[in-house]
């Protein structure tokens, strides 16, 4: 998977060459350039970079000054890069991207962690990604203290509001909605169902749920869920989950908090890359 995504973006960015390059540095120009961090941040990405330089040209030489999880200061060199500087610099914005994207992933993703510590909550990634990131998204939310979960459509059957609309339409109460997954599902399936307040939370673990998502509640309806049905389900918070708010939500007794924000919101870490004369 890996691999597709690196050709892809090197596609978007040098599949008509780098013009600039080729008519001002010499094809056998040896060098080295290094990427330095240019503000505070969790590192991730640093393989998937070394793999875009090599990519380009498997006789870079690549060496990693630090890892993924890593905690980076501004001025810090994440990893050196030796050989041809056409290839370097061919190669450069393409690494870079990753690396600042994961990176940004990766630090939002430890400060939502910070926020909730000595909780016992696990903060968790949605499905909202960057369309053809998702892997390396999920990844970076692992390097940031989070838990990936529900990669895809086919990892767990969690019943939304728009599969219950669906299926009020055709006269289904949500008991007979949980019913159905169960029964077409294979055996010990966990079933997730999202739910919008104290009733569905009951109707949902009663049909025998194992699990419910608290879509967009308040914290006051939110705890009165928690207070009855803690211990029967598992318990996911979502929706409206913000740094400022997320450890009053764990703090209601909850198992999970899903927050798309890790993902579809998280700011680049900035990088650069320097050319060591």
């Known amino acids: 998977m890996e691999e597709a995504i690196i050709e892809l973006a090197l596609a978007e960015d040098t599949g008509r060459g780098d013009v600039t390059s080729e008519v001002l540095i010499l094809d056998d120009l040896q060098g080295e350039a290094y990427i330095e961090a240019k503000e505070e941040g969790v590192l991730c990405g640093v393989k998937v970079a070394g793999d875009v330089f090599r990519r380009v040209d498997n006789s870079l030489d690549v060496v990693f000054l630090h890892q993924d999880g890593d905690l ?39 400060r939502y962690v910070r926020a909730i510590s000595g909780l016992g909550v696990v903060i968790a990634a949605t499905r909202k990604t960057t369309p053809g990131l998702r892997a390396l998204e999920k990844y970076a939310v692992t390097v940031g203290g989070g838990y990936s979960y529900r990669l895809d459509l086919g990892s767990s059957i969690l019943i939304k509001d728009n599969h219950i609309a669906v299926l009020r339409g055709q006269g289904l109460d949500l008991n007979s909605i949980v019913s159905r997954a169960i029964r077409e599902s294979p055996e010990g399936a966990n ?67 899903s927050v798309g924000a890790l993902t579809h919101s998280a700011r680049s870490i900035d990088m650069s890359l320097e050319v060591i004369a």
């Open 72 to 110: 980076i200061h501004q001025g810090d060199r994440v990893l050196i890069v030796k050989g041809r500087m056409r290839s370097i610099l061919k190669a450069e914005r393409t690494a870079l991207n990753f690396l600042a994207h994961l990176s940004g992933v990766a630090t939002l993703t430890a």
């Open 191 to 257: 079933i997730a169902v999202e739910v919008v307040n104290l009733d569905e939370a009951r109707e949902a673990v009663e049909a025998g749920a194992k699990a419910i998502l608290l879509d967009n509640m308040g914290l006051e309806d939110m705890s009165r869920v928690v207070q009855e049905l803690k211990g029967k389900v598992v318990i996911e918070a979502s929706g409206g989950i913000t740094l400022e708010n997320v450890r009053q939500v764990a703090l209601l007794g909850v198992d999970l908090i």
